[in-house]
C-alpha cells in the first residue's frame, strides 16, 4: 500500500473509479428499473458532479480513476448487475443493491477525503468532500429505503 502522495492519489483514483460505476449504474439502472417511484434519474445529476469534482481535485496529483482490485471488483459486478436488470424484478433488486453499496463506498471515501484535507489545510477540498459526504449519504439512505420497499414488494409478489 502507498504513503504519503502516493496514497492521496490512490485515494482519488479509488474515489474516481467508484463515481464512474454509480455514474454508469445509476444511467443503465434508471433506464430498467421495474419500481417508477425510485428515482435514481435524480440523483443522476448529483452523482455526475461528484464525479466532476472529483476528476478536477484528482487531477494536480495524477488520478484519473484508475480501476484497482476494490473499485475493479465492485464496477464489474455493478455492470454485470445493471445490465441484467431489466430482465426481471430480482435482477433490478440485485442492481439496486449493488447501487448502494457503491454508495455506501464512496461515503467511506469521501469522509477519508475530508479528513486528508484538513490535515492539509485545502479548504476547497474540504468544502467539496464535506458536501460530496452529505449527498452521498441522502442518497444511499433514500436507496436504502427504496430498496426495503423493493424488498416488500418481491416477497408479497
Same mark, same amino acid.
Given at each position: ?14 474515489? =474516481? ?100 484535507? $484538513? ?14 459526504? $452529505?449527498? =452521498? ?21
Amino acid at each position: 500500500m502507498p504513503s504519503g502522495t502516493e496514497f492521496i492519489k490512490h485515494e482519488f483514483d479509488e474515489a =474516481i473509479a467508484i463515481q464512474q460505476s454509480i455514474v454508469q449504474s445509476g444511467k443503465t439502472l434508471s433506464a430498467s428499473h421495474p419500481v417508477a417511484a425510485v428515482k435514481l434519474s435524480a440523483d443522476l445529476k448529483v452523482d455526475q458532479q461528484h464525479l466532476t469534482k472529483l476528476q478536477k481535485f484528482g487531477e494536480p496529483c495524477g488520478a484519473t480513476g484508475k480501476r484497482e482490485e476494490v473499485a475493479e471488483a465492485l464496477g464489474s459486478l455493478a455492470d454485470e448487475t445493471a445490465q441484467k436488470a431489466g430482465s426481471d424484478e430480482s435482477e433490478a433488486y440485485e442492481a439496486h443493491a449493488v447501487l448502494l453499496n457503491l454508495k455506501r463506498k464512496q461515503q467511506d471515501s469521501a469522509d477519508a477525503m475530508v479528513k486528508i484535507a $484538513r490535515d492539509r489545510k485545502e479548504t476547497d477540498l474540504r468544502d467539496a468532500a464535506t458536501q460530496m459526504k $452529505r449527498e =452521498i449519504k441522502s442518497s444511499a439512505d433514500g436507496l436504502a429505503k427504496s430498496l426495503a420497499d423493493f424488498a416488500v414488494r418481491i416477497a408479497a409478489a
